[in-house]
């Protein structure tokens, strides 16, 4: 029979009571944390910073997301199971864990919303004022006041059962949770088009390290493997890769004396800047440019510059 520790004002507190305290406020606690970021991250999205073309990221998209939908459900459960504790005895909503766990919620979002505040105004002094940042200004402020506001109207209420007022506000909660999640499949694409893209990042890896080692063979033999098993090296373990996905051989081609071409079959096209699944920043060169395929097979022609690679075969040895 599980025990109940009665403290000096009389209050019945069992460990069943105490862990579905808690963990109604950790939950709360690690979701409204998951919430933000993922909407810091459709803000990145949606409006790209010119001067950070790393601020969104599909990583923190999912991690954000894997959060959400892993940790709110519980929240959502616990406070239903405390609800109904409370309409079967009433003297659990002021029990003294919950009164101090209720008034340490609302400590931390009178802060988060002052330091909202504080940091809004020293950014508008500064001159550093922009949509972005406005819009993260205000859901910060949005989370905040809507976590005090529910709190302060539960601490006040004198009914077991919730108030209408405070039920919409759940509500709302719930459906932007529900929207936020479902959005982020349209932002970071679905589980299935992120591996085929993944795999893709790899075999491009792999043209870029076989790119490297064939430059590097031609500087010190003056001249182009006939073919990739030429650049194979016993002392420094190199190995041609060959496709993550099917395992065949990328394939080479010698067209002039110093021009080369790899090539590898993709399962989709590189994606455009400015597309619908990736936000346009612009930037004075990207690799991406240089390795840009569509789906299917795709050659990429290379040209040494003796200039740039030049022969190491007859470069005099330094003397140690």
């Not at 999640?181 to 790899?202: L, N």
């Amino acid at each position: 029979m599980e025990k109940t520790i009665v403290d000096e004002h009389g209050e019945g507190v069992s460990p069943r009571d105490t862990f579905l305290q808690l963990w109604s406020m950790v939950s709360l606690y690690v979701s409204a944390g998951a919430f933000l970021a993922l909407m810091f991250q459709y803000i990145n999205y949606f409006f790209p910073d010119i001067t950070n073309r790393y601020a969104f990221s599909d990583d923190a998209v999912r991690w954000s997301t894997a959060l959400l939908i892993a940790i709110f459900p519980t929240h959502l459960y616990v406070m239903h199971r405390l609800y109904r504790d409370y309409i079967a005895n009433s003297k659990k909503r002021v029990t003294k864990l919950r009164r101090w766990l209720m008034y340490f919620t609302l400590f931390a979002a009178a802060i988060m919303f002052i330091v909202d505040v504080a940091v809004l105004v020293f950014t508008f002094l500064n001159g550093g004022l922009s949509v972005p940042f406005l819009l993260k200004v205000a859901v910060v402020a949005v989370v905040a006041i809507g976590v005090f506001w529910y709190y302060i109207r539960d601490l006040k209420q004198t009914s077991a059962h919730l108030h209408r007022g405070t039920q919409a506000v759940l509500g709302v909660a719930v459906l932007a949770v529900a929207l936020a999640v479902i959005g982020a499949f349209f932002v970071s694409g679905s589980p299935f088009e992120t591996r085929y893209r993944k795999i893709d990042i790899q075999r491009v890896e792999h043209l870029q390290t076989v790119q490297f080692q064939i430059i590097s063979y031609w500087q010190y033999k003056d001249r182009l493997p006939q073919n990739l098993d030429e650049l194979r090296d016993d002392i420094s373990g190199f190995v041609p890769p060959t496709d993550p996905e099917t395992g065949a051989a990328y394939e080479y081609e010698i067209r002039e004396p110093r021009t080369f071409a790899l090539c590898g079959t993709f399962s989709r096209e590189t994606l455009a800047e400015g597309s619908a699944t990736k936000p346009f920043v612009a930037e004075p060169y990207s690799m991406e440019e240089h390795w840009r395929h569509s789906a299917g097979r795709t050659c990429f022609e290379r040209v040494i510059d003796p200039d740039r690679y030049p022969s190491l075969r007859n470069a005099p040895l330094k003397k140690i």
